[in-house]
């Protein structure tokens, strides 16, 4: 059974803070996806990471940054939190495409209030 | 640009009623649909994917290509059907998905 575990299931930080947002998966996945969760707005992609210290944007980058030292690790950076970045945050991991389709694997995610 | 599009964000029904929950999605190569749903405190799971063609908990989806959309079925809906609903499109690059913005069901008895 795969399993996805994100750091914190709820943060409370102030506007100005680093704040570190850390997901594991303990099923050998290459991919890992960082995601926000919006009312209205649905999953929308921050970055991925197909491979170790390999990363891509995804469709709202600004503000955030990725790391991947290991396979099984991938941290969400907020480098100086904002308001606008209060939301819910999900982590995922799925196999490359064509070893096991394309099934992405969510953590419980991390509802982030910053104030 | 690949773009999925859930024109419902609301969707109360009647238990025992058919429940549809829309989703049209544009792309110019060939697709790979899924549905994903995310019941109250539990964590975004897969329902089923298009090329699959199974149903599963009642739920089926077709894919109409000619209409681009990949609607979400189910003839009589229950309670334990309340839940977000998400329609993602593989962009096949690396695994990425686009997910649309959801439907919330509510089925009220």
């Known amino acids: 059974d795969v399993k996805v575990t994100q750091s914190s299931r709820y943060l409370v930080k102030r506007t100005g803070e680093k704040v570190f947002l850390e997901c594991v998966q303990d099923m050998d996945h290459e991919n890992m996806f960082w995601y926000r969760q919006d009312p209205g707005l649905g999953l929308r992609l921050i970055y991925f990471s197909y491979d170790v210290k390999m990363k891509e944007k995804g469709d709202i980058p600004e503000g955030y940054s990725v790391s991947r030292e290991k396979k099984e690790r991938f941290s969400l950076i907020l480098e100086s939190a904002s308001t606008n970045q209060t939301s819910m945050y999900l982590c995922a991991s799925s196999q490359l495409p064509g070893t096991g389709g394309y099934e992405q694997y969510f953590g419980p995610g991390t509802r982030l209030t910053v104030t | 640009a690949q773009r999925v599009t859930q024109p419902e964000k609301l969707l109360s029904v009647f238990k025992g009623a058919p429940v549809e929950l829309k989703c049209n999605y544009s792309y110019s190569g060939s697709p790979e649909l899924f549905w994903y749903v995310q019941y109250s405190r539990q964590r975004l799971q897969l329902l089923l994917r298009h090329i699959s063609r199974e149903s599963i908990k009642g739920f089926t989806a077709d894919l109409n290509k000619g209409e681009t959309s990949f609607h979400l079925k189910k003839p009589f809906a229950q309670e334990e059907d309340s839940a977000m609903y998400y329609c993602?499109?593989?962009?096949?690059?690396?695994?990425?998905?686009?997910f649309g913005a959801g439907t919330q069901v509510v089925v009220t008895p």
């Open positions: 993602a499109l593989s962009l096949y690059s690396w695994g990425k998905l686009q």
